[in-house]
């Protein structure tokens, strides 16, 4: 049930931005667990449905979040939830379900601003599609590239360098000067 309030976190923002929310991934959801705070700008809280256990909170403001109403005038305070998840084995209607409530968390900007998003949504993708093998934080790795070649393939790259290129050149000269001389 959306609350359709715009939420702010006093405790917890971007510095200079307070309608960038900082927020905590709850760390024992597989599609949560083990990342770094998240930015949500312009996040909108919501309400779990009551006397539903699947659905899981996945992120939640702090104890002093807060809300102001589209109409006007404050609205719920405390840790208001802004990212859910719910899991259904069996029943009427299996799958996974998962909730975030903010639109430009998954934007172009924001996925590129904030790697952590990225792998949010990655992450949120991977666990609703079932492919639970790439969930986790991504590891910031540099690695070296290394081509071995064998001596043949080295003559040969040789080769193109040294006489193929300069060979291609004066060809290509030698083309133009000729079809000056005609002209």
Do not use: C, I
């Not at 990342?35 to 309400?47: N, S």
């Not at 403001?61 to 809300?67: D, E, H, P, T, V």
């Not at 859910?84 to 998962?98: D, F, I, L, Q, W």
């Amino acid at each position: 049930a959306w609350q359709g309030a715009q939420a702010t976190d006093p405790d917890r923002h971007l510095k200079g931005d307070e309608g960038t929310v900082v927020v905590q991934p709850r760390g024992d959801h597989p599609a949560t667990g083990g990342l770094a705070e998240t930015l949500l700008p312009g996040v909108t809280f919501f309400g779990l449905p009551a006397g539903d256990s699947e659905w899981k909170p996945l992120m939640a403001l702090s104890a002093a979040g807060r809300s102001t109403l589209r109409q006007g005038g404050p609205g719920p305070t405390g840790a208001l939830v802004v990212a859910a998840a719910a899991e259904r084995g069996t029943g009427p209607a299996p799958g996974r379900r998962a909730v975030v409530g903010d639109t430009d968390f998954f934007t172009n900007g924001a996925l590129s601003k904030w790697p952590v998003n990225r792998e949010l949504f990655v992450n949120l993708t991977d666990w609703l599609s079932e492919r639970e093998d790439l969930l986790g934080p991504w590891l910031e790795t540099r690695e070296s590239f290394r081509v071995t070649l064998t001596e043949r393939q080295l003559r040969a790259a040789g080769a193109v360098v040294v006489l193929g290129m300069p060979g291609l050149l004066l060809l290509v000269g030698l083309y133009f000067w000729l079809e000056g001389r005609r002209g």
